[in-house]
């Protein structure tokens, strides 16, 4: 199990920026269609462990069975995190590895899981 740590996030503008208490184990690179065209890898964590820390504009996009709040910057359009429930009622944020700015690029490994065939 990998060591809780507070991360740093930002959009590429740095409009918004945020922090997020987690390890960087459990990854998901996931083949939906949302997922793939936006080459997003994400890390779970519980809503609690997540602070906006530069709260500039989001604008949300909800596809599919409209559980998921993803959150993207208006002016530079990067989704840096979403807001959902876990099947347990837990409410959770995805945050997308990829926005974090405190950590190497590809310092994570990511499972490969078929979203598409939800």
Same mark, same amino acid.
């Given at each position: 199990m990998?060591? /809780?740590?507070?991360?740093?996030?930002?959009? =590429?503008c740095? @409009?918004?920026?945020?922090e997020?208490d987690? *390890?960087l184990?459990?990854?998901?690179?996931c083949?939906c269609?949302?997922?793939?065209?936006?080459?997003?890898?994400?890390?779970f964590a519980?809503r609690?462990?997540?602070r906006?820390?530069?709260?500039?504009? /989001?604008?949300e996009?909800?596809?599919?069975? =409209?559980?998921? @709040?993803?959150q993207?910057c208006?002016?530079? *359009?990067?989704?840096?995190?979403?807001?959902?429930?876990?099947p347990d009622?837990?409410?959770t944020?995805?945050?997308n590895?990829?926005?974090l700015?405190d950590?190497a690029?590809?310092?994570?490994?990511?499972?490969r899981v078929?979203?598409r065939?939800?």
């Open positions: 990998a060591e /809780t740590k507070t991360h740093a996030g930002s959009c =590429h740095g @409009a918004v920026a945020y997020v987690t *390890g184990e459990g990854l998901v690179e083949n269609s949302h997922c793939l065209r936006k080459g997003l890898v994400l890390a519980p609690s462990s997540f906006v820390t530069r709260d500039g504009p /989001t604008t996009y909800r596809f599919n069975a =409209h559980k998921i @709040a993803h993207f208006p002016t530079c *359009g990067v989704q840096s995190f979403a807001y959902g429930t876990m009622g837990t409410e944020v995805a945050v590895v990829r926005t700015t950590i690029p590809w310092d994570w490994q990511a499972e078929n979203g065939d939800f």
